[in-house]
């Protein structure tokens, strides 16, 4: 579902280059949720960012569903974001003036599906949001939050689940929800590759990656 070969990623801005990420190769399967481990900087988030097309590597390939979208046009590459990843951040992005149901449909602005509200209203339930449907995030937990932009990551039920430390800003009880979500997500058939400090989040990955300064270790 992932497939990340000898990827490098340098900055280069300010007359000085980083390089975030030296040669880096990964493989991840449907039905097989990975976390990722890693000292501050080592470059989890730059991969997270490479492998959701949304920053063009320097050098080697990413494929996603077997599909390289950095050879593809903005837009077709926009669409196919759009359709197959789903991003779940630490800070949970959310549109502050829209509420719990006009968030998650938010998802469906880029890629118009049939049904929405009925999707929307599936995911609702699933998390537990049905008495916050017509709250705004700054009305809501921040267990509610990431429930929400969980509901949104979710909505076209993509293939491959990016999350860069999904629990970095949650309590052990909401982090729970979380994680057995992202979980159950990989076991119906999806990828799912997470960055975490979390002890929890790695018990439930099929598989820990570490990483040390660009390069899994
Ligand atoms: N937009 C950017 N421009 C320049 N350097 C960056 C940028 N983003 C990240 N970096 C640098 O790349 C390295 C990896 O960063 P990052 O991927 O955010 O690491 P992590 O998520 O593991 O903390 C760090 O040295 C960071 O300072
Ligand atoms: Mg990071």
Redesign the pocket.
Known sequence: MLKVQDVTKT???NGRE?Q??DGLSLAIEAREAVAIQ????????????ACGALLRPTGGTVHVAGVDPYQLSANARSAFRAEHIGFVFQQFHLVPYLDVLQNILAANLPNPQPQPEQRAEELIHQFGLEDRRRHVPAELSVGERQRVALSRALFHRPQLVLA?EPTGNLDPDNASIVLDALREYADAGAAVLM?THDPQAAQRAHRVLH?ER?RVV
């Open positions: 900055y280069s801005g980083v975030a990420i890693g000292p501050s900087g080592c470059g989890k988030s730059t991969l997270l960012l860069d960055v990483m660009g």
